[in-house]
């Protein structure tokens, strides 16, 4: 098992922990009953969310947590827009992604936490409370930390005699791999096998870009895009992948895309596991065997190196209970509620060789498998930035032009660049 090292360019959605107060209970008397609402996404769907409630619950008499689910679609947006105008009636949040996180501290609708966390041993999360902090302090606790990893239809590779993709794997060899198992996996198969499958985020294309270490999705200068989007362009226009205009006109979801048992590959994050696990399970997925392997990287670039995302939770600035919201936080981001989300498959916030056991016990890995889990470098899309929102829209629109073909890419990639350097000036 290879040791956790520290994560890079980690972004908004990360923060610390709880240090000596973690294990503090709520001391509430039954007619001082507390309920605190927590703001989040996909309640139905998320299979840790209950289990954190009914550990806390049970821990702290008195304090009862209500999930608030504001859906996934644009679920900053939507949280962003409740918060405005001092509303009170969320106690806790789920913080998402970066622009959102930079957006909601901008609008100080957070709550700083660095008085209140002062007590934290930052070293557990690898030091990314550096890498979020804004205006001198910083506004979220990380609850989980998901990254991008390489799933495999087993049965696909071995119909096609192909060998699964290995951990290390260079984003030349899997661009060789996507065309070898979906021309033999079509033959022996007797139907259309894609040996790849991009979502159609801009971060499937461009975060392959920042594993150097040497670029962020923050520049003047997006010309180092463009071996990736002609690569994947190439694989669209040989249907060696689903054409990206059919994906987005039809909305199809990754996972569906992955069920329908046509798809060998697809990179996506570890939030991924659990899901595809009880799909299969339960019949919404077609049965197969599958693994993961690591993110293909660019030559050179160390393996072990991926790129991913930290979801946070923080306190609404209006918020009448923060006394016992901040306690929720220190359960959420403890080791205790890092062990209750790793048992249901998810990656927690805090990362050690346990977990990845746990983890992996969970979501039936092999060893091989389960090695893709130990990371030594994670890069986040975009880095702390006033600017964060305005980029991410300019990638997004760069992203479906040159994608659509509406544009070509060295000049897609040029008009962007125009356009971010405009917002550094």
Known sequence: MKKFTKLLCVSALSLLTVGNTLGSVVNVSAQ????????????????????????????????????????????????????????????????????????????SQLEPLSELASDVDVDQYGGVIDQITMNEDFYALPVRNDFYVLYYNKDIFDAAGVDYPQNGITWDEYTALVQEVSEKGSEALDKHIYGGHYHTWRSQVQLYGV????????????????PYYEDVLAEQEAEQVQDYSVLKTAS?????????????????????????KTAIE???????????????????????????????????????QKEEAYKFLQFLSSPEGSEIIAKTGTMPAIQNEAVVDTIAEATDLDETSKDALSIKQMYLELPITEIAAEVETILNDGHDNIMTGNAEIADELANISEQVKALLQ
């Not at 569906?256 to 994050?269: K, R, S």
């Not at 997925?285 to 995302?309: D, L, N, Q």
Request: no cysteine; glycine share 8%; charged share 20%.
């Open 32 to 107: 001082d009953e507390v309920t605190l609402t927590w703001a989040l996404w996909d309640k139905d769907a998320t299979t840790y969310y209950q289990p954190l409630i009914d550990a806390y619950e049970a821990e702290n008499p008195g304090i009862k947590i209500e999930m608030l689910d504001l859906g996934s679609t644009d679920y900053m947006t939507v949280l962003g827009t409740q918060l405005s105008g001092g509303d009170d009636t969320i106690d806790v949040a789920l913080i998402k992604d970066t622009p959102g996180y930079v957006s909601l501290v901008n609008k």
């Open 282 to 320: 339960n019949g919404e997925s077609e049965e197969f065997k599958w693994g993961i392997a690591t993110m293909p990287i660019p030559e050179g670039v160390e393996e072990g190196t991926t790129a991913g995302t930290i979801t946070s939770v923080g306190i609404n600035a209006n918020s009448k």
């Open 252 to 276: 199809l979801h990754y996972s569906a895309a992955f069920y329908q048992n046509n798809v060998a590959t697809l990179l996506m994050g570890t939030w991924f596991m659990p899901t595809l």
């Open 211 to 226: 594993l150097d270490g040497e670029n962020t999705l923050v520049s003047d200068d997006y010309s180092f895009l463009q």
